[in-house]
């Protein structure tokens, strides 16, 4: 089993910053990836940002790509989502979700997740005009 607890959600204005950070625990060594998604009021869940457990690769949605970076701490077991000139289409819940399967991890940034087998308990972010 994988605990995951996510943090840091708020409200900002266009333009701010924000820095989500999911703490994981339990089997972490089963994991083939960690990954952000979030959804919007009356859209589908949509994945963010994704890395690697090996290596540490990262991967980005198109959306987010170039505002949006991924960092670890390893030693806290702990992944971070520094979100950058932020807009207001950013607004959604936010979750971190682990995965245990090479195919789920494939559609990270493009798929909503449905193979993810671990999930937070989401955080929310509002970013106004």
């Known amino acids: 089993q994988v605990h995951l607890v996510e943090s840091g959600g708020g409200s900002v204005q266009a333009g701010g910053s924000l820095t989500l950070s999911c703490v994981a625990s339990g089997d972490t060594s089963s994991l083939y990836c960690v990954s952000w998604f979030r959804q919007a009021p009356g859209k589908e869940r949509e994945g963010v940002a994704n890395i690697w457990t090996a290596g540490r690769s990262t991967e980005y949605a198109d959306s987010v790509k170039g505002r949006f970076t991924l960092s670890a701490d390893n030693a806290a077991n702990t992944l971070y989502l520094k979100m950058n000139n932020l807009k207001s289409e950013d607004t959604a819940t936010y979750y971190c979700?682990?995965?245990?399967?090479?195919?789920?991890?494939?559609?990270?940034?493009?798929?909503?997740?449905?193979?993810?087998?671990?999930w937070g308990q989401g955080t929310q972010v509002t970013v106004s005009p």
């Open positions: 979700a682990a995965s245990r399967t090479l195919r789920g991890c494939r559609s990270a940034t493009t798929g909503n997740g449905d193979e993810y087998a671990y």
